[in-house]
């Protein structure tokens, strides 16, 4: 029982070292801790009214996501709260928050661990024969905090009647451990599949009560073929992955998944998986994606980012390593047949490069990530016109000194739209291009 306990407090110890790291990669620690506190932007509205409302721009951690209307849909938690706000003008004004989570609950707000949210559209789904009525459905997965450090469950909640209320939250990994069930990614299939990852310490714990050790954690997920009515039980995709590093998820074909995640080699390095998961609990294609040779004994909390290619199969992907062969932000497309990364080339290789997140839309790649100087927090933007062979020089779009969540990118049909929280600007949903200048 001490062994157990002091493995584990070794491995607790192992991410409290990480602190170099995140100067390296991208933020202070002092930015890190003042973007979970108030912005001047929420200060403002809370002098216009008062009070601090509850809104997407004194929240923490947002997400987007736009549905077929084109109405701007964000997740958020502000005070152990979760909520959903839209907009019918690209953020230039929003709806009144709606709470998702009836009792407060601790749930996670940070870079690589934030609520997820999808939106459907009205009708039924001719694949699955499962009605989605007459309103738009809002599906939120997220984590809760439990009491021991570095535990959590995952959490999800539905809408049925287009966001006016949700579902009483449920948990979704089916294992009764107070253990950790962390950064969660949603995704939802052409054929209304749905797809809930995370990383899981379930086996870590089975490993320890019976005196074996066990690198890191595991990669487990779950599914929905009802739109999160129902769930399947937890199926495992891989042992020993990385801690605390957010999970990429793209579409493998109609009703099929590739995830990118940080795994660990020989139990020390900390460099690239994928795999596709299916819609039983099929896992195929697993192998390794990125060759840095990153020798970490902690948690980088610095996930990848993965978009599918126009060939079948074959994926681009960007991502952050500090390792013995590459430094810096790289980006490579991935063809799983072959399992060789192609057009590797690295993005930036400053120091305080970190966090980059891509998209695509009409033939171009877009690649944003920050960078930080000690002082400054730009935002930075790459594109590709030729499928990652080449790219432009980097474009300042903001900068801020002040503390800023990571970027994320939304696709429409319109184009592509940069998601980004900072204390200086509040919340931002903005069009993209590689002609814009720094603000």
């Known amino acids: 029982m001490i062994s157990d306990v002091i493995k584990r407090v070794k491995s607790a110890c192992s991410l409290l070292t990480i602190t170099g790291l995140v100067l390296l990669s991208g933020q202070s620690m002092t930015q890190i801790a003042s973007a979970q506190s108030a912005s001047p932007f929420c200060e403002q509205l809370q002098g216009d009214q008062g009070q601090k409302?509850?809104?997407?721009?004194?929240?923490?951690?947002?997400?987007?996501?736009?549905?077929?209307?084109?109405?701007?849909?964000?997740?958020?938690?502000?005070?152990?709260?979760?909520?959903?706000?839209?907009?019918?003008?690209?953020?230039?004004?929003?709806?009144?928050?709606?709470?998702?989570?009836?009792?407060?609950e601790d749930a996670e707000f940070n870079g690589e661990?934030?609520?997820?949210?999808?939106?459907?559209?009205?009708?039924?789904?001719?694949?699955?024969?499962?009605?989605?009525?007459?309103?738009?459905?809002?599906?939120?997965?997220?984590?809760?905090?439990?009491?021991?450090?570095?535990?959590?469950?995952?959490?999800?909640?539905?809408?049925?009647?287009?966001?006016?209320s949700f579902n009483a939250p449920r948990t979704i990994n089916d294992d009764n451990l107070m253990t950790g069930h962390r950064f969660d990614s949603l995704f939802l299939t052409e054929d209304n599949t749905l797809y809930l990852t995370w990383i899981d310490k379930r086996d870590l714990e089975a490993r320890l009560e019976n005196g074996q050790e066990y690198a890191g954690a595991a990669i487990y997920y779950a599914v929905s073929k009802d739109l999160g009515r129902t769930f399947s039980d937890n199926y495992r995709v891989s042992h020993n992955s990385c801690e605390c590093c957010r999970i990429a998820v793209a579409p493998h074909g109609d009703g099929e998944v590739a995830i990118l995640w940080r795994q660990l080699f020989n139990t020390e390095i900390r460099d690239h998986a994928i795999a596709v998961l299916g819609a039983d609990g099929e896992v195929t294609n697993l192998q390794r994606a990125t060759y840095d040779d990153w020798y970490i004994n902690a948690c980088p909390h610095h996930g990848p980012t993965m978009i599918s290619a126009e060939e079948e199969g074959t994926y681009h992907m960007s991502w952050f390593s500090a390792g013995n062969i590459h430094k810096g932000i790289y980006y490579a497309s991935l063809n799983l047949a072959?399992?060789?990364?192609?057009?590797?080339?690295?993005?930036?290789?400053?120091?305080?490069?970190?966090?980059?997140?891509?998209?695509?839309?009409?033939?171009?790649?877009?690649?944003?990530?920050?960078?930080?100087?000690?002082?400054?927090?730009?935002?930075?933007?790459?594109?590709?016109?030729?499928?990652?062979?080449s790219w432009t020089e980097e474009t300042a779009l903001y900068s801020t000194t002040q503390g800023s969540d990571h970027p994320l990118l939304v696709t429409t049909d319109e184009g592509v739209y940069l998601s980004w929280w900072t204390q200086e600007m509040g919340y931002l949903f903005r069009p993209i291009n590689a002609q814009m200048k720094a603000e």
């Open 113 to 164: 661990n934030r609520p997820k949210i999808i939106v459907t559209n009205p009708g039924d789904d001719s694949t699955s024969g499962v009605s989605q009525g007459d309103d738009k459905q809002v599906l939120l997965s997220w984590i809760t905090k439990t009491s021991a450090n570095f535990t959590g469950e995952i959490r999800f909640s539905r809408s049925g009647d287009g966001g006016h």
């Open 338 to 389: 072959s399992g060789e990364p192609a057009q590797l080339q690295q993005v930036d290789g400053t120091p305080g490069a970190g966090h980059p997140y891509l998209a695509s839309h009409d033939d171009t790649l877009y690649l944003v990530w920050k960078g930080f100087d000690g002082m400054n927090t730009p935002l930075k933007l790459k594109t590709s016109s030729d499928g990652g062979a």
């Open 53 to 104: 409302p509850v809104s997407v721009h004194c929240g923490g951690a947002p997400s987007a996501t736009i549905d077929a209307d084109g109405i701007l849909w964000v997740s958020f938690v502000q005070d152990k709260h979760v909520y959903v706000q839209h907009s019918a003008d690209n953020g230039e004004s929003w709806s009144s928050a709606v709470q998702v989570t009836p009792e407060p």
